[in-house]
């Protein structure tokens, strides 16, 4: 029996339009990407912050990167899919959700696509602010390995993280804090698990952030502290939608002009072409019409004749 949508997902059917949803999808993620590539930081710098992460999660006695690192440099059923999942899943599962939630939830959609995008932008003004060195790229007497450079011939990502082979200068190495990464993961999981509807869609949105929280470590792309960072943008994020939401309508309400409620029921509010009438005039057949719809006749002065005589009361 096929399912009726509810009256405010028909309203929000309504209100948005793929054509103006896809192109502003694509300037966020433009965004996303050109701030990754302009904002590259210096490397000395990028890489003192990623040395005094590792010290602070050394003085945490946190170490999850290196046992997770030396696992999957060590086992490439392990190591191979990890830096598939880490070069893929990104760009992938995110956009496919988006597109779910357009078509099967919209009455949903404007609040998730706002969270998305306000979390990227919190990301972008890290990357600016804190370039970080991500493990991988530390000197090899911090004990970390490669794994994408380590497993390249599996797949088409060359030595510079997820780019594919040859277009390593099109990315920024140093964009690693926060993790978006894990960010991006995190809302994916949120939204399987609040809107998928059946059991499995629930454990695919507890596994696929867990999943690639994992395998940005293992791969030496972040570290911990990197993916705690990525799932506090997204709080962050879930924060701020609704007051973006509301300044985002606030200003389309005054950009936009407002055209003037018709009554229900009723048909044009132009009466007669925008033509007026004088006091006391009637439309052709109007008194006819009234007489045949059981209405009183109109006995007003101009209908009676002039110096006719009121109606006895």
């Known amino acids: 029996m096929p399912q009726t949508e509810t009256p405010a997902t028909e309203e929000a059917r309504t209100r948005l339009r793929w054509w103006t949803e896809l192109p502003l999808i694509v300037l966020v993620y433009g965004c996303y990407s050109a701030g990754r590539l302009l904002v590259r930081g210096d490397v000395s710098s990028a890489v003192d912050h990623g040395l005094a992460i590792l010290r602070f999660e050394q003085h945490l006695h946190l170490n999850a990167e290196h046992p997770l690192n030396r696992l999957f440099t060590r086992e490439p059923w392990l190591g191979v899919p990890a830096d598939f999942w880490y070069a893929s899943l990104h760009y992938v599962v995110t956009p496919a959700l988006l597109v779910w939630l357009f078509r099967a939830r919209a009455e949903h959609y404007r609040r998730a696509r706002t969270w ?23 000197s090899a007497g911090h004990g970390f390995v490669d794994t994408m450079a380590h497993y390249s011939s599996y797949g088409w990502w060359g030595g510079d993280a997820s780019a594919p082979r040859g277009l390593g200068g099109m990315t920024n190495q140093y964009a690693a804090m926060p993790s978006l990464h894990v960010g991006w993961a995190l809302w994916c999981g949120l939204m399987l698990w609040r809107h998928g509807g059946t059991r499995v869609a629930k454990i695919f949105g507890v596994l696929y952030p867990l999943g690639t929280a994992l395998a940005v470590m293992g791969t030496a792309n972040h570290y911990l502290l990197d993916a705690v960072a990525g ?38 509010p132009i009466v007669s072409a925008g033509c007026q009438t004088s006091a006391g005039e009637r439309f052709p057949r109007q008194r006819q019409a009234q007489l045949d719809a059981g209405a009183e006749p109109d006995t007003s002065p101009s209908d009676a004749g002039e110096g006719a005589p009121a109606p006895a009361r």
């Open 116 to 138: 998305l995008m306000t979390s990227t932008f919190i990301g972008l003004i890290g990357f600016t602010l804190l370039p970080t060195c991500p493990p991988r790229l530390l």
């Open 231 to 268: 799932v506090a943008v997204m709080g962050v994020g879930a924060l701020l939608a609704p007051r973006v939401m509301r300044a985002v309508d606030l200003v389309r309400a005054r950009l936009l002009p407002r055209t003037a409620p018709v009554a229900q029921g009723t048909g044009s």
